[in-house]
């Protein structure tokens, strides 16, 4: 099998798992989520059909379907007939997280870039394991690796996983760059649009904040944090028409939620 095919196979693979393995608080588009890879994809026939591609595809799919145990003898397979497959080690990394064992996870996260260092798929879903356990800055510099490798496909996704890590390490500015550069190649990602107008929100700048919000309702709906920061934004620019309709916004869909009920008490 060829090189190309195999890191074509693991692209897809990993492609295919689920978004949102690693969350963080609040509701979908999280101000803190990461995604291992882009979940829009659908899971695809890999080219290569070797007894150990076949039982990384099982095992995905398993994966996806929340049956570890059935995942990790696939992929445990899958590794009997290449110790070297990638993609499989990388999976293993994910199965085993969920299971709560983390030596092995760290183990087969670490053979997974040993053995697929140049597969930028492969080198983002270590970042995510790396955030998840709290070594941000290490999990940015493998997400920023992910992003400049000129064969991946979706390198917003690793650079905005890099802005939601340094987000969960309080670094706002650093965050805000790696998501302006997640926005240039895809403009209507929800999860950094939605961090940016907690940015803006944070650095005083309400007229960002309409911008991104703006932006943000186009794609998604906003939840009620959103909704409040929308008020305290059209507030302070004096446009109290606006700030009345978001706060109407607000008590209409979400009466019983914190951000409710901290601007009623103002």
């Known amino acids: 099998m060829s090189r190309f095919n195999r890191s074509h196979t693991a692209f ?3 492609y295919a798992i689920i978004a949102g393995l690693l969350s963080g608080c609040g509701s979908a588009p999280a101000r803190h989520h990461e995604r291992q890879i ?8 890999a ?8 039982n990384v595809q099982l095992g995905a799919g398993y994966l996806q379907r929340g049956d570890l145990d059935v995942a990790l003898e696939k992929l445990q397979r899958a590794l009997k007939y ?20 983390l030596d092995k996870a760290w183990k087969h996260y ?3 870039i040993k053995y697929g260092s140049n597969d930028a798929s492969i080198v983002n879903n270590y970042g995510t394991f790396l955030c998840q356990q709290g070594e941000y800055d290490k999990a940015v510099r493998y997400y920023e690796m ?5 064969f991946y496909q979706t ?19 650093q965050a805000e760059k790696h998501f302006t550069e997640a926005l240039k190649w895809k403009p209507d990602l929800p999860v950094s649009l939605y961090n940016m107008v907690i940015i803006q929100d944070k650095k005083g700048k309400p007229f960002k904040v309409r911008a991104f919000l703006q932006r943000l309702e186009a794609v998604h709906e906003l939840d009620d944090k959103m909704l409040a ?4 934004a059209e507030k302070q620019l004096g446009n109290l028409t606006g700030a009345k309709q978001y706060y109407q916004r607000l008590a209409q869909r979400f009466p019983q939620s914190e951000a409710f009920k901290a601007l009623q008490q103002r």
């Open 229 to 232: 920061i929308g008020y305290r």
């Open 146 to 150: 992910a992003s400049q490798n000129r």
């Open 38 to 45: 882009d979940g829009s994809a659908k899971l695809k026939t």
């Open 47 to 54: 080219e290569d059909n070797s007894p150990a591609m076949i």
């Open 155 to 173: 390198p917003y996704v690793a650079l905005e996983n890099a802005g939601v890590c340094l987000m969960k390490a309080g670094k706002l500015e």
């Open 82 to 101: 290449d110790p070297k497959l990638a993609v499989a080690h990388s999976l293993l990394g994910v199965v085993y997280t969920r299971m709560g064992v």
């Open 12 to 14: 897809f693979l990993l």
């Open 110 to 112: 670490r053979l997974s």
